[in-house]
């Protein structure tokens, strides 16, 4: 049953980083798109069902089988680990992030550029990098 749920962890974390690459890039095209457009309009439903139906599930489903598995294992004490959560929980902090600024989107109240985004399109790529290699390398 462990490889299952390892599966599944994996799985959730594929679809989980996916959302969080793709809605900040939706954001930089979203900011050229005229308030109240009919484009401006087709992107907030996007973003929405992005967060709501992919991203939001995929991130409980890492954070539900993540520790489970990390128990299971025996890794609990394992400093790596701990490290990986610590880059983890910053992940979330992203997450959330992008949540509310999807929220700006929704009312019309962003006041942020294209630049930012793209800039902010980094963050969980750094992340990545850093979790991928704790986990295959266990430095420490």
């Known amino acids: ?3 299952w749920i390892k599966a599944l962890h994996v799985i ?3 679809a989980w980083m996916a959302g969080l690459l793709y809605l900040p890039r939706l954001f930089v095209y979203h900011c050229a798109a005229e308030k109240g457009s009919k484009q401006s309009e087709t992107f907030k439903v996007m973003e929405r069902r992005l967060l709501r139906l992919i991203m939001n599930p995929a991130m409980i489903v890492v954070w539900l089988t993540g520790p489970y598995l990390a128990w299971a294992q025996g890794m609990i004490n394992d400093h790596w680990l701990w490290a990986k959560f610590a880059l983890v929980v910053l992940l979330t902090g992203y997450h959330h ?3 509310a600024w999807r929220k700006d989107f929704a009312e019309d109240w962003n006041t942020r550029n294209p630049r930012f985004y793209r800039i902010m399109n980094e963050v969980p790529t750094l992340l990545m990098i850093g979790i991928v290699v ?3 390398v ?3």
Do not use: D, Y
């Open 12 to 14: 959730a974390v594929i």
């Open 134 to 136: 704790l986990v295959v």
């Open 138 to 140: 266990k430095p420490f």
């Open 1 to 3: 049953m462990l490889l």
């Open 97 to 99: 992030a992008l949540g």
